[in-house]
């Protein structure tokens, strides 16, 4: 089977053309490859398929096998990838993806693509949508007990769920504890992605993310997005917003008259190759 592996940010997924090549059970596929001693080594698969509602369809699977909704980082290769294997000539494309259709603009110099805008579409702030078992219309500096201490967490989804925490320190948190009591913690049905932030300024975040299914990884789209509208929901910033994650800056815009959250990244790739399935 060929693949091509890319990275946004650091967020690396295996891609699959899926116009040339089958895969049959992309969940065990996604943990074989995923491995980064025994397989190529990445966040988990992506494959690229043809889509009846769209341009293009992509299906992602995490580093455990699990089937994903959304990624942010692995649109934007999505787009780099149909763009620059010849797929399309188009420089504004559809993806559709288990979170609904994503449009995405592309930046193209010397005839690849640099950077991706992509259309996130409206966030979801209801508990029930998200979902996360709290009352209200929506999840806002709420107290939730994780080891005995009590956080304050923001909820949003961007097409998965992602609880917003803030802390005065991310760089010496103990992620690979306190993660998985997060994501597995019983208040959320479908487990959550988790954004432990700082506050920089009143333009730009940092933040370190736990991601449901692979842990942690340098870099979550979707989880930038929802760290800019928590922020923005909580006073923080505003405006365009600067996130700044281990893999590197995400530009974030919640154009908040259209409820349309806009991401603007880079995507690369890092090395074609071939596996025996």
């Known amino acids: 089977m060929k693949f091509t592996k890319m990275q946004g940010i650091g967020n690396d997924y295996v891609y699959v053309n899926c116009f040339e090549e089958k895969v049959e059970n992309p969940g065990k596929l996604a943990v074989r490859v995923s491995d980064r001693h025994f397989g190529i080594g990445s966040d988990g698969l992506i494959l690229i398929k043809p889509s009846e509602r769209a341009d293009f369809c992509m299906e992602m699977y995490n580093a455990d096998g699990s089937e994903g909704a959304m990624c942010g980082n692995g649109v934007r290769c999505v787009g780099k990838y149909v763009y620059d294997y010849g797929l399309t000539e188009q420089t504004s494309i559809q993806v559709e993806t288990k979170s609904g259709i994503k449009y995405l603009d592309l930046t193209v110099e010397e005839g690849k693509v640099s950077q991706v805008r992509v259309n ?20 806002l500096d709420a107290p939730i007990m994780v080891d005995g201490r009590e956080y304050r967490m923001t909820c949003v989804s ?7 925490v803030y802390l005065n320190d991310v760089k010496n948190l103990e992620i690979e504890k306190i993660g ?14 988790t954004e432990f932030v ?56 919640w154009d ?4 349309i959250v806009y991401m603007t990244g880079p995507a690369a790739v890092v090395f074609d190759g071939e596996i025996e399935v």
Request: charged share 20%.
């Open 256 to 259: 908040e008259q259209e409820n």
């Open 158 to 164: 961007m097409g998965n769920p992602h609880a917003v």
């Open 120 to 139: 996130m579409g409206a966030p979801e702030l209801s508990p029930s949508g998200i979902p996360v078992l709290a009352d209200g219309d929506k999840v």
């Open 180 to 193: 998985p009591m997060f994501e597995m913690h019983p208040c959320f049905p479908d487990r959550v992605n």
């Open 198 to 253: 700082r506050v920089v300024d009143g333009h730009t975040l940092e933040m370190r993310v736990w991601e449901r299914g692979s842990g942690e990884t340098l870099a979550c789209g979707t989880g930038a997005c929802a760290v800019a509208v928590a922020s923005i929901l909580n006073g923080h910033v505003s405006g365009e917003v600067t996130v700044k994650l281990l893999g590197g800056d995400l530009k974030i815009l």
